[in-house]
């Protein structure tokens, strides 16, 4: 009986998973307007109940895939860019981290910053409001901790002057946030060209104005642009 339970326990986590998996499909896909209960639960076999089970509708689902996405998105920074003993090197490997997830997931990415509408589907009444709901989530401080806390470690190693380390990764992820956008939406064009005339410079002159040396940063931006292949 014990392990009938266990399987059961196990299906319905099953679902759940299957569930969140066709949603991030289909987002990526159509956007946020594609998501529909119907064909969601379709995809994977299920009633429609099964979303209202797991998720309590819609805007719980929508939830569900925000915070998956925010824990997705610091796991991938860290990956890519685990704590040594050089914090730039860090912070830089941790900003190209940063646009590739961005890039890969451009719909997930916009919906993480409550763009669009999936902030009325949620309930909030603008993006800002859904934008602020989502980084205060525990998964939201927690994915921009990682860049926080490599700006705090250049400031403690004298890489930038002394200043808010707030702020300052604040300036660095306004910089980053706006870019990356601006590739999403076609806007800057070749992402090859993108890189060397407007990433590389934009990366540079903003660390070095915060106090970092222009050939270490030019250096570090190398070495980890060179670990894509």
Do not use: C
């Not at 159509?30 to 089970?53: F, N, P, Q």
């Not at 934009?202 to 292949?229: F, K, P, T, Y």
């Amino acid at each position: 009986m014990n392990a009938g339970g266990g399987s059961s326990q196990e299906d319905e986590q099953g679902t759940r998973e299957r569930l969140l998996g066709a949603a991030f499909e289909a987002l990526e896909r159509g956007g946020v307007e594609s998501l529909r209960a119907r064909d969601l639960t379709k995809r994977i076999d299920a009633s429609t109940m099964a979303l209202y089970t797991h998720f309590g509708g819609m805007p719980g689902l929508i939830d569900a895939l925000v915070r998956d996405g925010l824990k997705r998105f610091a796991e991938h920074i860290r990956a890519f860019a685990p704590q040594s003993d050089d914090p730039l090197k860090d912070l830089i490997s941790g900003g190209v981290a940063y646009s590739t997830f961005a890039l890969a997931n451009p719909q997930l990415y916009r919906l993480m910053f409550g763009l669009g509408d999936a902030g009325k589907l949620r309930g909030f009444g603008s993006e800002a409001e859904a934008g602020q709901a989502t980084w205060s989530m525990a998964e939201g401080v927690d994915a921009f901790s990682v860049l926080l806390r490599s700006v705090e470690r250049g400031i403690e190693a004298g890489i930038f002057w002394n200043q808010d380390a707030t702020a300052a990764a604040t300036q660095i992820l306004t910089a980053t946030h706006g870019y990356v956008l601006l590739l999403i939406g076609g806007f800057i064009g070749d992402p090859e060209a993108a890189t060397r005339d407007v990433a590389i410079p934009l990366n540079v002159n903003l660390l070095a104005g915060l106090g970092a040396d222009r050939e270490r940063v030019e250096s570090a931006i190398g070495a980890a642009l060179s670990r894509l292949g």
